[in-house]
């Protein structure tokens, strides 16, 4: 498995999790039954992502990866009309957020940033998706060698705006778009030692520049990023601090709360605070900072539902990964570039609900956006293809 791959990243939170219930366990933090039932949800999640093989030897069934029939026909120009229509998308809504909330990297929190009502969220959605239509189409169009110079130009202006975004998720968006285009070309995902000497000066540099610190410093606080990976179950689960949370909707409608808030069917206050700002405010009382954890999977099942929800749910998600993973590249994808786009979408979405499904289910609403976005760029290009 790569560090492309979207999977990757989750895989590597569940080895963290694992530390972090142990580490819990033998200071006698948590009891024999919190260990019991968070080491088995890690574990079968991880059974869910090996149930179609996707951790096999050749890693996914390129032989069966059809090749889209327009991709020598209208496959370059294709990714350059969304190139550029999600370039102008993307810059505008970064000016808009820069002009009306300010640069978030210079805020307390930059959860902040899209916070208030009035509608603003809705540039939180659109950057996303732009960013994602960006940089896959820089990308696709990178790896077939097209105006290679503007590309990196792209690539790097995004990277630095990302860090006045204060995201650290630039370089992932990247590395994942890399991993989706050979894979969609049907070409093995190799990853170099170079690339990966890269990423790691990007995130130094990025704490060095966010946290005004030298490089070692910067370091350790990556090292403790890591760590984050675990933080709810220090904050949850020690004196059950999670009995004390204020839970009011079930299961599903937490899971889906960004989906019935944005149709309107359901207020946003019905919901009350995020859960991990709850969780964060039982260990800091007088916070006043939005901030929180990731809650993870097992730990949002296991409020909602009980230990069978946390145990059930870790293995159907890391089945559905894994079926996507395995054989989403052959069935989903290969008869359009317009596919290409809208599963890769998914995936990269998907594969984040093991850190935090609730985020997920909120991007993956996301689409909505994206199949708008790509619409109206279809209607455009393939009314300037016939004019012409």
Request: net charge positive; with cysteine.
């Amino acid at each position: 498995m790569s560090i492309s791959d979207p999977c990757f990243w989750g895989v590597l939170s569940v080895f963290f999790s694992l530390n972090m219930i142990i580490y819990l366990f033998l200071v006698d933090m948590i009891s024999e039954f919190h260990l019991f039932v968070f080491l088995l949800s890690q574990v079968l999640y991880i059974v869910g992502l090996m149930l179609f093989d996707p951790f096999a030897k050749k890693r996914i069934n390129y032989s069966v990866v059809k090749k889209p029939r327009e991709a020598a026909d209208i496959g370059n120009s294709y990714f350059y009309f969304v190139l550029f229509f999600s370039l102008f998308i993307y810059f505008l809504a970064v000016f808009v957020v820069f002009a009306f909330s300010g640069i978030p990297l210079l805020m307390e929190s930059r959860l902040d940033t899209f916070s208030g009502g009035g509608g603003f969220g809705v540039f939180s959605r659109i950057l996303d998706v732009s960013s994602y239509l960006l940089i896959f189409s820089s990308v696709s169009l990178l790896v077939r060698k097209k105006a290679v110079g503007l590309q990196i130009l792209i690539l790097m202006s995004f990277v630095a705006i990302s860090v006045l975004m204060a995201s650290k998720s630039a370089v992932l968006l990247i590395l994942f778009s890399y991993f989706l285009v050979l894979s969609y070309e049907g070409k093995k995902v190799r990853v170099s030692k170079r690339q990966i000497f890269l990423l790691l000066v990007f995130l130094t540099g990025f704490y060095v520049v966010v946290n005004e610190v030298d490089v070692f410093t910067a370091f350790l606080y990556m090292l403790q990023r890591g760590v984050k990976f675990a933080d709810v179950y220090f904050m949850a689960l020690p004196n059950n601090n999670y009995e004390n949370l204020n839970v009011s909707s079930n299961i599903l409608e937490a899971l889906m709360g960004d989906f019935l808030g944005l149709t309107r069917l359901y207020s946003w206050s019905d919901f009350g605070e995020p859960l991990g700002y709850q969780i964060f405010n039982t260990v800091h009382e007088n916070n006043t900072i939005s901030q929180g954890p990731n809650v993870r999977l097992d730990i949002f099942a296991f409020i909602y539902g009980g230990p069978g929800y946390s145990i059930s749910l870790s293995l159907l998600f890391g089945a559905v990964i894994s079926y996507c993973r395995s054989r989403g590249f052959s069935l989903i994808v290969g008869e359009s570039i317009f596919s290409r786009y809208i599963f890769g979408f998914i995936y990269i979405k998907i594969c984040t609900v093991v850190t935090d499904p609730v985020l997920a289910f909120s991007n993956l609403n996301n689409m909505f956006f994206l199949l708008f976005i790509l619409f109206f760029i279809a209607i455009f290009y393939f009314s300037s293809k016939k004019n012409a």
